[in-house]
């Protein structure tokens, strides 16, 4: 094998390949990453990305080209992810079990379209910044919708501006820097800022800028951010849920940058119409109390009166269970397999009874009839019967009983309709389902990798592929994006 791959190499430098010669060499020399990249083509476009860029940057692979191929690809495949952007709860609401705590926890997965994009731009920037550039280019910046008090998410366009901050850092000659290009690139960013939520993601875009700019670069960044800072109001979800953050952000700036242009954003914002359920009264007190310590004398103090709501909006409408009642019977019964009448958690010797045996038998048949009940969305039904076969799962003693549990749980997976309302969601209790086995031991989650490889489910068998040939690192490994 070696023999025929030198050989390869050989003829390869003699002449260009052909795109049918090129993928004949990599099957030979990465014959599983060139399954997983293979097996990509026909997932979803957010797993596929996902797959795509996670081939690109393993460390086995050597070749760059295939590597820039890759990439690309992923950046064009990720054009069609449904979900746009990453979206989170707003501050001071109540979402434990809300299908809105559900859309939040999903996010975290990584699989919206601006994520997905942003990673391939800065994985990019190592291989062909100038290409990196232009990919970054290519995307539509977040344009945040203004929200009313009624709606709990809030979107998060961080990443975005992360991303133009490691193309401003890399992907400009000196000669384009002495032009004022990355600035003038910069600073095209922050003229297009519409919402509350772009405001501390784009300080810290400009306090990564100072080091690498002129004096006069940087004080066309700060102008333009001043602006924002003036014209930015209306949206009290998005001004409450991002303030404690601003006003960490603002820390950066001496002296009397800023100051008028961020007087006027907090009074105009905490004086108007504000959210029932908002915290934004204990954020204003700490946010003010910071302004007037930091300025000084520098402008004109920000008095309680300046922060008074013109009135007070609604609150947030949450989404959760209508079958509450059957719900909390189902999780007495697995308190009862968990803790047995007792306080503390049965052993999986204690569990190796009899009786214990039937009552988890009665509790999976429960759950394996589990069906949605008149009205409920396909939503709440796959979160109800989904957390109730993780719970026994978790329950399970290795052995006959957990194997059970986990066909039942994968089988259920596959055939939920909500993958296709809502494939982010659905997937997250995939994930959910991975961690679990992962924390029981190494074989736990070989079986489960085992068994989502051969479920003839393409989305659980790129996954089982890509853990198998590029295990996620551990959650301490992972370095935020």
């Known amino acids: ?33 060139t399954q997983i990249v293979e097996l990509a083509q026909s997932a979803p476009p957010e797993f596929a990305a996902r797959a795509l860029l996670r081939v690109a940057q393993s460390g086995s692979l050597r070749d760059k080209e295939w590597k820039r191929e890759l990439l690309e690809q992923a950046f064009q495949t990720a054009a069609s992810a449904r979900t746009p952007v990453a979206r989170h709860i707003g501050n001071g609401m109540a979402a434990s079990n809300s299908r809105e705590q559900r859309i939040a926890e999903a996010a975290e997965v990584g699989l919206d379209r601006l994520m997905l994009q942003s990673q391939a731009v800065k994985a990019m920037l190592t291989l062909n910044p100038k290409r990196a550039r232009g990919l970054f280019l290519a995307m539509q910046q977040p344009a945040p919708v203004r929200l009313r008090c009624e709606e709990a998410l809030v979107e998060d366009p961080s990443v975005y501006f992360a991303a133009a901050t490691a193309v401003a850092a890399i992907a400009f000659t000196p000669e384009e820097r002495k032009r004022d290009e990355a600035a003038l690139f910069l600073n095209e960013r922050l003229q297009r800022l519409t919402s509350p939520v772009e405001i501390a993601p784009a300080i810290r875009m400009v306090s990564a800028a100072s080091r690498m700019m002129t004096a006069a670069q940087y004080k066309l960044l700060t102008s333009s951010l001043a602006a924002a800072l003036e014209r930015i109001s ?4 998005a001004f409450g849920s991002t303030l404690p953050e601003i006003s960490r952000e603002m820390t950066i700036f001496k002296g009397n940058e800023l100051n008028d242009a961020y007087r006027q954003f907090l009074v105009k914002n905490m004086t108007g119409p504000r959210c029932a359920d908002s915290d934004l009264g204990d954020f204003a007190r700490s946010a003010v109390s910071d302004f007037n310590r930091r300025t000084e004398a520098a402008v004109t103090p920000i008095k309680l009166d300046d922060t008074k709501p013109s009135k007070i909006d609604a609150k947030a409408i949450m989404t959760g269970s209508s079958n509450k009642a059957e719900e909390d019977l189902l999780s007495a019964k697995l308190t009862s397999l968990l803790f047995g009448g007792g306080h503390a958690a049965l052993s999986d010797g204690q569990k190796n009874t009899a009786e214990w045996r039937e009552q988890f038998s009665d509790v999976f048949h429960n759950i394996e009839g589990i069906k949605p009940a008149i009205g409920e969305s396909e939503a709440l039904f796959y979160y109800r019967k989904g957390d109730a076969l993780r719970g026994l799962l978790l329950i399970a003693p290795p ?66 592929r890509m853990e198998k040939l590029i295990p996620t690192p551990p959650s301490w490994a992972q370095t935020g994006q």
Not at 434 to 439: H, I, Q, V
Request: hydrophobic residues 40%.
């Open 1 to 33: 094998m070696r023999a025929l791959l030198t050989l390869i190499f050989l003829c390869a430098t003699l002449h260009a390949e052909t795109p049918s010669e090129a993928l004949k060499r990599r099957r030979l020399e990465y014959p599983e990453l």
């Open 234 to 237: 209306g949206d009290n979800r």
């Open 399 to 464: 052995g006959e009983s957990r194997d059970r549990i986990l066909q039942e749980y994968i089988a259920f997976l596959k055939a939920s309709n909500f993958q296709q309302e809502s494939l982010i969601e659905w997937f997250c209790m995939v994930e959910s389902l991975a961690e679990d086995t992962r924390s029981m031991s190494p074989a736990e989650f070989q079986k489960m990798l085992n068994a989502f490889e051969a479920s003839g489910h393409t989305v659980l068998s790129l996954y089982a």
